[in-house]
Protein backbone atom coordinates (compact mmCIF):
# COMPACT_ATOMS: atom_id res chain seq x y z
CA UNK A 1 0.00 0.00 0.00
CA UNK A 2 1.97 3.10 -1.06
CA UNK A 3 1.42 6.08 0.79
CA UNK A 4 0.02 8.25 -1.33
CA UNK A 5 2.27 11.77 -1.35
CA UNK A 6 2.87 12.04 -5.01
CA UNK A 7 3.38 15.40 -4.99
CA UNK A 8 6.78 14.29 -3.09
CA UNK A 9 7.58 10.91 -4.97
CA UNK A 10 6.89 12.37 -8.40
CA UNK A 11 10.16 14.47 -7.96
CA UNK A 12 12.28 11.68 -7.27
CA UNK A 13 13.55 11.28 -11.04
CA UNK A 14 14.69 8.46 -13.23
CA UNK A 15 18.64 9.17 -11.98
CA UNK A 16 17.34 8.00 -8.68
CA UNK A 17 15.13 5.19 -9.81
CA UNK A 18 17.70 3.90 -11.93
CA UNK A 19 20.38 4.25 -8.80
CA UNK A 20 18.31 1.79 -6.32
CA UNK A 21 18.10 -0.62 -9.31
CA UNK A 22 21.50 -0.93 -9.78
CA UNK A 23 22.30 -0.99 -5.94
CA UNK A 24 19.37 -3.08 -5.21
CA UNK A 25 20.92 -5.58 -7.99
CA UNK A 26 24.38 -5.81 -6.19
CA UNK A 27 22.48 -6.86 -2.79
CA UNK A 28 23.22 -9.95 -1.60
CA UNK A 29 22.10 -10.44 2.21
CA UNK A 30 25.16 -9.25 3.73
CA UNK A 31 28.66 -10.39 1.84
CA UNK A 32 32.12 -10.22 3.80
CA UNK A 33 32.91 -6.79 2.69
CA UNK A 34 30.20 -6.00 5.10
CA UNK A 35 32.37 -6.25 7.93
CA UNK A 36 35.29 -4.16 8.31
CA UNK A 37 39.09 -4.49 9.86
CA UNK A 38 37.85 -3.39 12.98
CA UNK A 39 34.65 -5.32 13.15
CA UNK A 40 32.26 -2.62 12.10
CA UNK A 41 28.85 -4.09 9.96
CA UNK A 42 27.40 -2.03 7.32
CA UNK A 43 23.53 -3.17 6.87
CA UNK A 44 21.71 -1.88 3.43
CA UNK A 45 18.47 -0.69 3.77
CA UNK A 46 15.77 -0.49 0.90
CA UNK A 47 13.17 1.51 1.34
CA UNK A 48 10.84 4.31 -0.08
CA UNK A 49 10.28 6.33 2.94
CA UNK A 50 13.21 8.67 2.80
CA UNK A 51 11.65 10.53 -0.40
CA UNK A 52 7.94 10.92 1.20
CA UNK A 53 9.68 12.52 4.15
CA UNK A 54 11.15 16.31 4.56
CA UNK A 55 14.63 16.03 2.71
CA UNK A 56 17.21 14.84 4.82
CA UNK A 57 14.81 13.47 7.89
CA UNK A 58 15.58 10.46 7.42
CA UNK A 59 19.05 10.48 7.73
CA UNK A 60 19.26 11.99 10.79
CA UNK A 61 17.12 9.28 12.50
CA UNK A 62 19.81 6.94 10.96
CA UNK A 63 22.35 8.78 12.59
CA UNK A 64 21.09 8.88 15.56
CA UNK A 65 20.74 4.89 15.36
CA UNK A 66 24.88 4.88 14.25
CA UNK A 67 25.78 7.16 16.66
CA UNK A 68 23.59 4.85 19.65
CA UNK A 69 25.87 1.83 18.18
CA UNK A 70 29.34 2.80 16.83
CA UNK A 71 29.86 -0.69 15.32
CA UNK A 72 26.49 -0.83 13.13
CA UNK A 73 26.86 1.16 9.95
CA UNK A 74 23.22 1.86 7.72
CA UNK A 75 23.89 2.39 3.95
CA UNK A 76 20.25 3.63 2.33
CA UNK A 77 19.01 2.52 -0.78
CA UNK A 78 15.75 4.56 -1.34
CA UNK A 79 13.61 5.40 -3.98
CA UNK A 80 10.35 6.25 -4.77
CA UNK A 81 7.57 3.60 -3.47
CA UNK A 82 7.06 1.68 -7.59
CA UNK A 83 10.83 0.65 -8.45
CA UNK A 84 11.56 0.31 -4.47
CA UNK A 85 8.55 -2.30 -5.03
CA UNK A 86 9.78 -3.78 -8.31
CA UNK A 87 13.21 -4.22 -7.33
CA UNK A 88 12.33 -5.54 -4.03
CA UNK A 89 10.10 -8.79 -5.53
CA UNK A 90 13.14 -9.51 -7.76
CA UNK A 91 15.30 -9.57 -4.75
CA UNK A 92 12.97 -12.02 -2.99
CA UNK A 93 12.67 -14.58 -6.00
CA UNK A 94 16.50 -14.68 -6.11
CA UNK A 95 17.38 -14.31 -2.24
CA UNK A 96 19.13 -11.28 -2.67
CA UNK A 97 17.27 -8.51 -1.01
CA UNK A 98 19.20 -5.92 1.35
CA UNK A 99 19.54 -6.90 5.01
CA UNK A 100 16.45 -4.74 6.23
CA UNK A 101 13.75 -3.59 3.95
CA UNK A 102 10.84 -1.67 3.58
CA UNK A 103 7.11 -3.23 3.10
CA UNK A 104 3.55 -3.31 2.18
CA UNK A 105 1.48 -5.74 3.75
CA UNK A 106 0.62 -6.84 0.51
CA UNK A 107 4.30 -8.55 -0.44
CA UNK A 108 4.76 -10.29 3.03
CA UNK A 109 2.72 -13.27 2.29
CA UNK A 110 4.55 -13.95 -1.31
CA UNK A 111 7.48 -12.92 0.31
CA UNK A 112 7.63 -15.03 3.81
CA UNK A 113 6.50 -18.25 1.16
CA UNK A 114 9.69 -17.83 -0.52
CA UNK A 115 11.21 -17.69 2.24
CA UNK A 116 12.96 -13.99 1.87
CA UNK A 117 12.01 -12.58 4.87
CA UNK A 118 13.04 -13.65 8.35
CA UNK A 119 10.80 -14.93 11.29
CA UNK A 120 10.74 -11.76 12.93
CA UNK A 121 9.20 -13.60 16.24
CA UNK A 122 12.34 -15.20 16.35
CA UNK A 123 14.71 -12.23 16.51
CA UNK A 124 12.33 -10.59 18.90
CA UNK A 125 13.05 -13.44 20.95
CA UNK A 126 16.60 -13.96 20.35
CA UNK A 127 16.47 -9.68 21.56
CA UNK A 128 14.68 -10.28 24.52
CA UNK A 129 12.23 -7.78 23.15
CA UNK A 130 9.02 -6.83 24.40
CA UNK A 131 6.30 -7.26 21.88
CA UNK A 132 3.54 -5.79 23.68
CA UNK A 133 4.31 -2.81 22.86
CA UNK A 134 3.46 -2.84 19.21
CA UNK A 135 0.54 -1.80 17.79
CA UNK A 136 0.06 -4.85 15.49
CA UNK A 137 2.38 -7.12 13.76
CA UNK A 138 1.71 -9.11 10.40
CA UNK A 139 1.76 -12.54 10.67
CA UNK A 140 1.86 -15.95 8.78
CA UNK A 141 1.02 -19.59 10.58
CA UNK A 142 1.67 -17.72 13.75
CA UNK A 143 4.72 -15.89 13.32
CA UNK A 144 5.66 -12.35 12.28
CA UNK A 145 7.26 -11.46 9.46
CA UNK A 146 6.21 -7.65 9.53
CA UNK A 147 6.50 -4.61 12.00
CA UNK A 148 4.48 -1.42 10.54
CA UNK A 149 6.24 1.33 11.67
CA UNK A 150 3.93 4.16 10.66
CA UNK A 151 0.45 3.75 10.11
CA UNK A 152 -1.90 6.16 8.02
CA UNK A 153 -5.47 5.52 8.84
CA UNK A 154 -8.48 5.82 6.88
CA UNK A 155 -11.26 7.46 8.99
CA UNK A 156 -14.89 9.54 7.45
CA UNK A 157 -14.43 12.47 6.19
CA UNK A 158 -17.74 15.09 6.36
CA UNK A 159 -18.46 18.27 4.47
CA UNK A 160 -19.44 20.16 7.32
CA UNK A 161 -21.41 22.88 5.34
CA UNK A 162 -23.21 20.13 3.19
CA UNK A 163 -24.34 18.54 6.48
CA UNK A 164 -25.65 21.92 8.00
CA UNK A 165 -27.68 22.92 4.89
CA UNK A 166 -29.16 18.93 5.20
CA UNK A 167 -29.88 19.94 8.53
CA UNK A 168 -28.09 17.04 10.10
CA UNK A 169 -26.74 18.43 13.31
CA UNK A 170 -24.02 15.66 14.33
CA UNK A 171 -21.71 13.88 12.55
CA UNK A 172 -22.98 10.24 11.69
CA UNK A 173 -21.73 7.55 14.17
CA UNK A 174 -23.80 4.90 12.99
CA UNK A 175 -25.14 3.16 10.08
CA UNK A 176 -28.57 4.67 10.26
CA UNK A 177 -27.11 7.43 11.21
CA UNK A 178 -24.77 7.46 8.09
CA UNK A 179 -27.67 6.41 5.84
CA UNK A 180 -29.95 9.64 7.04
CA UNK A 181 -27.23 11.67 6.51
CA UNK A 182 -26.49 10.62 3.14
CA UNK A 183 -30.33 10.80 2.07
CA UNK A 184 -30.75 14.36 3.82
CA UNK A 185 -27.48 16.12 1.75
CA UNK A 186 -28.82 14.07 -1.35
CA UNK A 187 -31.81 15.75 -1.06
CA UNK A 188 -30.03 18.98 -1.17
CA UNK A 189 -30.36 19.10 -4.81
CA UNK A 190 -27.77 20.63 -7.25
CA UNK A 191 -26.15 16.55 -8.25
CA UNK A 192 -24.60 16.74 -4.70
CA UNK A 193 -24.56 12.86 -3.56
CA UNK A 194 -23.94 12.19 0.16
CA UNK A 195 -21.44 9.18 -0.44
CA UNK A 196 -18.46 8.86 -2.46
CA UNK A 197 -17.99 5.00 -3.65
CA UNK A 198 -14.66 3.97 -5.90
CA UNK A 199 -15.42 0.69 -7.18
CA UNK A 200 -12.77 0.48 -10.60
CA UNK A 201 -11.51 -3.05 -10.65
CA UNK A 202 -8.28 -1.73 -12.39
CA UNK A 203 -7.62 -0.33 -9.14
CA UNK A 204 -9.71 -2.13 -6.39
CA UNK A 205 -8.08 -0.64 -3.04
CA UNK A 206 -12.16 0.74 -2.68
CA UNK A 207 -13.14 -2.74 -1.41
CA UNK A 208 -10.54 -2.59 1.13
CA UNK A 209 -10.89 0.85 1.91
CA UNK A 210 -14.62 2.05 1.40
CA UNK A 211 -16.41 -1.47 1.98
CA UNK A 212 -14.87 -3.88 4.23
CA UNK A 213 -14.03 -0.73 6.28
CA UNK A 214 -17.78 -1.16 7.42
CA UNK A 215 -17.00 -4.52 8.62
CA UNK A 216 -14.09 -3.84 10.64
CA UNK A 217 -15.56 -0.85 12.37
CA UNK A 218 -18.37 -2.96 13.98
CA UNK A 219 -15.85 -5.56 14.93
CA UNK A 220 -16.27 -8.08 12.72
CA UNK A 221 -14.08 -10.44 10.33
CA UNK A 222 -13.73 -11.64 6.33
CA UNK A 223 -11.72 -13.95 7.74
CA UNK A 224 -12.12 -17.32 10.86
CA UNK A 225 -8.93 -18.94 11.21
CA UNK A 226 -6.94 -17.28 8.42
CA UNK A 227 -9.80 -18.52 5.74
CA UNK A 228 -12.45 -16.89 3.45
CA UNK A 229 -15.28 -16.21 5.71
CA UNK A 230 -17.62 -14.26 3.39
CA UNK A 231 -21.10 -15.88 3.77
CA UNK A 232 -21.31 -14.79 7.08
CA UNK A 233 -24.43 -12.47 8.61
CA UNK A 234 -21.77 -9.83 9.24
CA UNK A 235 -20.00 -9.51 5.72
CA UNK A 236 -24.04 -10.27 3.97
CA UNK A 237 -24.78 -7.08 6.60
CA UNK A 238 -22.23 -4.72 5.28
CA UNK A 239 -23.01 -5.79 1.52
CA UNK A 240 -26.55 -5.49 1.98
CA UNK A 241 -25.83 -1.74 3.44
CA UNK A 242 -24.15 -0.55 0.82
CA UNK A 243 -26.65 -1.87 -1.37
CA UNK A 244 -29.43 -0.24 0.26
CA UNK A 245 -27.43 3.18 -0.09
CA UNK A 246 -27.02 2.38 -3.72
CA UNK A 247 -30.83 1.45 -4.20
CA UNK A 248 -31.58 5.04 -2.40
CA UNK A 249 -29.58 6.60 -4.98
CA UNK A 250 -27.14 8.38 -2.42
CA UNK A 251 -24.18 7.46 -3.98
CA UNK A 252 -22.04 9.17 -6.62
CA UNK A 253 -22.85 8.58 -10.23
CA UNK A 254 -19.85 6.76 -12.08
CA UNK A 255 -18.72 4.49 -8.39
CA UNK A 256 -18.11 1.70 -10.93
CA UNK A 257 -15.06 3.08 -12.83
CA UNK A 258 -14.34 5.77 -9.71
CA UNK A 259 -10.64 5.58 -8.68
CA UNK A 260 -10.01 6.72 -5.16
CA UNK A 261 -8.73 10.23 -6.78
CA UNK A 262 -12.00 10.94 -8.17
CA UNK A 263 -13.22 10.10 -4.59
CA UNK A 264 -11.21 13.03 -3.24
CA UNK A 265 -11.74 14.95 -6.17
CA UNK A 266 -15.84 15.13 -5.48
CA UNK A 267 -15.14 15.52 -1.94
CA UNK A 268 -12.77 18.45 -2.32
CA UNK A 269 -15.47 20.30 -5.05
CA UNK A 270 -18.45 19.92 -2.91
CA UNK A 271 -19.76 16.98 -5.15
CA UNK A 272 -20.43 14.90 -2.38
CA UNK A 273 -21.11 14.33 1.59
CA UNK A 274 -19.15 11.90 2.75
CA UNK A 275 -16.39 9.75 2.26
CA UNK A 276 -13.34 7.28 3.91
CA UNK A 277 -10.13 8.48 3.09
CA UNK A 278 -6.65 8.35 4.09
CA UNK A 279 -5.48 10.85 6.75
CA UNK A 280 -2.77 12.10 4.42
CA UNK A 281 -5.47 13.70 2.59
CA UNK A 282 -6.12 16.55 4.89
CA UNK A 283 -3.38 18.82 4.02
CA UNK A 284 -4.19 17.94 0.37
CA UNK A 285 -7.91 19.05 0.56
CA UNK A 286 -7.15 22.02 2.46
CA UNK A 287 -4.39 22.93 -0.56
CA UNK A 288 -7.14 23.04 -3.35
CA UNK A 289 -10.18 23.97 -1.38
CA UNK A 290 -9.11 26.17 1.39
CA UNK A 291 -12.77 27.42 2.41
CA UNK A 292 -13.80 23.92 2.71
CA UNK A 293 -14.99 23.16 6.43
CA UNK A 294 -14.71 19.84 6.87
CA UNK A 295 -14.27 17.45 9.85
CA UNK A 296 -13.18 13.50 10.55
CA UNK A 297 -14.74 10.61 12.35
CA UNK A 298 -14.37 7.07 12.92
CA UNK A 299 -16.41 4.96 10.11
CA UNK A 300 -19.85 4.24 11.77
CA UNK A 301 -20.65 1.20 13.09
CA UNK A 302 -23.50 -1.00 13.31
CA UNK A 303 -26.32 0.51 15.57
CA UNK A 304 -25.73 -0.99 19.23
CA UNK A 305 -22.43 -1.68 18.64
CA UNK A 306 -20.44 -0.64 21.67
CA UNK A 307 -16.87 -2.58 21.20
CA UNK A 308 -13.94 -0.93 19.78
CA UNK A 309 -14.04 0.13 16.19
CA UNK A 310 -11.21 -1.77 13.51
CA UNK A 311 -9.84 1.76 11.68
CA UNK A 312 -8.48 1.01 7.88
CA UNK A 313 -4.60 1.84 7.77
CA UNK A 314 -1.68 1.29 5.67
CA UNK A 315 1.54 1.11 6.82
CA UNK A 316 5.09 1.49 6.07
CA UNK A 317 6.38 -2.05 7.38
CA UNK A 318 9.42 -3.23 8.21
CA UNK A 319 11.23 -6.74 7.96
CA UNK A 320 14.47 -8.27 7.54
CA UNK A 321 16.16 -10.31 4.67
CA UNK A 322 16.35 -14.11 5.69
CA UNK A 323 19.54 -14.07 3.77
CA UNK A 324 20.98 -11.74 5.63
CA UNK A 325 24.59 -12.39 7.66
CA UNK A 326 23.94 -9.89 10.24
CA UNK A 327 20.09 -10.96 11.29
CA UNK A 328 21.19 -9.79 15.10
CA UNK A 329 22.36 -6.41 13.95
CA UNK A 330 19.34 -6.43 11.40
CA UNK A 331 17.07 -6.41 14.53
CA UNK A 332 18.70 -3.95 16.17
CA UNK A 333 18.04 -0.86 13.59
CA UNK A 334 14.18 -2.14 13.61
CA UNK A 335 14.08 -1.94 17.29
CA UNK A 336 15.92 1.59 17.24
CA UNK A 337 12.81 2.36 14.92
CA UNK A 338 10.29 0.57 17.06
CA UNK A 339 11.62 2.55 20.22
CA UNK A 340 9.22 5.08 21.42
CA UNK A 341 11.17 8.02 20.98
CA UNK A 342 12.52 7.62 17.54
CA UNK A 343 9.12 6.17 16.76
CA UNK A 344 7.14 9.43 17.82
CA UNK A 345 9.93 11.18 15.66
CA UNK A 346 9.30 8.97 12.71
CA UNK A 347 5.61 8.88 12.82
CA UNK A 348 5.70 13.14 13.30
CA UNK A 349 7.78 13.60 10.39
CA UNK A 350 6.02 11.18 8.15
CA UNK A 351 1.87 13.15 9.73
CA UNK A 352 0.79 9.49 10.65
CA UNK A 353 0.61 7.58 13.87
CA UNK A 354 3.18 5.23 15.18
CA UNK A 355 3.57 1.09 15.57
CA UNK A 356 4.52 1.78 18.92
CA UNK A 357 1.59 2.08 21.56
CA UNK A 358 3.78 4.21 23.79
CA UNK A 359 5.18 7.02 20.84
CA UNK A 360 3.52 10.31 21.30
CA UNK A 361 3.64 12.42 18.06
CA UNK A 362 4.54 15.72 18.13
CA UNK A 363 1.38 17.66 17.07
CA UNK A 364 2.05 21.21 18.18
CA UNK A 365 3.28 22.05 14.80
CA UNK A 366 0.58 19.84 12.63
CA UNK A 367 -2.91 20.54 11.79
CA UNK A 368 -5.18 20.07 14.43
CA UNK A 369 -7.10 17.46 12.61
CA UNK A 370 -4.20 15.41 12.95
CA UNK A 371 -4.04 15.24 16.66
CA UNK A 372 -8.05 14.32 16.52
CA UNK A 373 -7.52 11.46 14.18
CA UNK A 374 -4.93 10.06 16.52
CA UNK A 375 -7.82 10.13 19.10
CA UNK A 376 -9.88 8.08 16.87
CA UNK A 377 -6.56 5.56 16.37
CA UNK A 378 -6.25 5.14 19.92
CA UNK A 379 -9.66 4.23 20.80
CA UNK A 380 -9.91 2.00 17.73
CA UNK A 381 -7.60 -0.64 16.28
CA UNK A 382 -5.77 -0.55 12.90
CA UNK A 383 -7.98 -3.08 10.99
CA UNK A 384 -6.95 -4.47 7.55
CA UNK A 385 -7.27 -7.77 6.90
CA UNK A 386 -5.99 -7.93 3.38
CA UNK A 387 -2.73 -6.85 4.82
CA UNK A 388 -0.60 -10.46 4.72
CA UNK A 389 -2.76 -12.12 2.57
CA UNK A 390 -1.84 -14.17 -1.13
CA UNK A 391 -2.74 -12.00 -4.23
CA UNK A 392 -4.79 -9.06 -2.19
CA UNK A 393 -5.17 -7.35 -5.21
CA UNK A 394 -6.57 -9.97 -7.23
CA UNK A 395 -8.75 -11.14 -4.24
CA UNK A 396 -10.57 -7.22 -3.86
CA UNK A 397 -10.56 -7.49 -7.63
CA UNK A 398 -12.92 -10.37 -7.21
CA UNK A 399 -14.81 -9.33 -4.58
CA UNK A 400 -15.24 -5.96 -5.94
CA UNK A 401 -17.02 -7.52 -9.69
CA UNK A 402 -19.24 -9.85 -7.55
CA UNK A 403 -20.29 -6.45 -5.96
CA UNK A 404 -20.93 -4.37 -9.15
CA UNK A 405 -23.24 -7.64 -10.32
CA UNK A 406 -25.01 -6.91 -6.63
CA UNK A 407 -25.45 -3.16 -7.07
CA UNK A 408 -26.57 -3.65 -10.93
CA UNK A 409 -29.30 -5.73 -10.36
CA UNK A 410 -27.57 -8.60 -12.35
CA UNK A 411 -26.98 -10.99 -8.60
CA UNK A 412 -27.98 -11.65 -5.65
CA UNK A 413 -26.15 -10.77 -2.55
CA UNK A 414 -26.20 -14.45 -1.26
CA UNK A 415 -24.84 -15.70 -4.71
CA UNK A 416 -22.59 -12.81 -5.02
CA UNK A 417 -21.21 -13.58 -1.60
CA UNK A 418 -21.21 -17.29 -2.50
CA UNK A 419 -19.21 -16.87 -5.42
CA UNK A 420 -16.49 -14.53 -3.30
CA UNK A 421 -16.31 -17.43 -0.99
CA UNK A 422 -15.10 -19.89 -3.72
CA UNK A 423 -13.09 -17.39 -5.31
CA UNK A 424 -11.12 -16.50 -2.56
CA UNK A 425 -10.87 -20.27 -1.07
CA UNK A 426 -8.93 -20.92 -4.82
CA UNK A 427 -6.55 -18.52 -3.33
CA UNK A 428 -6.13 -18.20 0.39
CA UNK A 429 -5.16 -22.25 1.09
Not at 173 to 183: G, L, M
Given at each position: ??I?????????????????????G????????D???????????????A?????????K???E??????????K??S???A???????????????P??????G??????????A???????M??????????????????K???????N???????????????????V?????????????????????K??????????P??????V????????????????????????K???????????????A????T????????????G???M??????????V??????????I??????????????????????G?AN?????A????????????K??????????????????????S??D???E?????????F???????????????????????LV???????D?????S?D???????
Amino acid sequence: MAIRKASRTRLIGALTAATVALALGACGGGDSDDVASDGTVTLEFAQWWAPELPDGSFDKIINEFQTANPTIKVKLLSGPYASTKQQLVTGAASKTLPDVVGLDGAWVNDFAKQGAIADLTELMGDAGYDASQLASQIQLEGKTYMIPVVNFVYPLFVNQDLLTKAGVTKVPSTRTEFADAAKKITATGGNVKGWALPLDTAVPNGIQNDVMSWLWASGGSMLADGKPALTTPQVKSVVEYVKSLNDAGVIAEGSLTMKEQDKVEKFTTGQVGMMIDSLAHINLVKENAPDLKFAIAPVPAEDGFTGKRGIPYASWGIGVANSSKHKAEAFKLVQFLMDAKANAELATLANGFPGNKTAKPDFSKSDPMFEEAFKIYQEGFPANEFVGLPKSEDLMRSFDEQLQLVLTGKSSVDDALSKSQDSWSSVIE
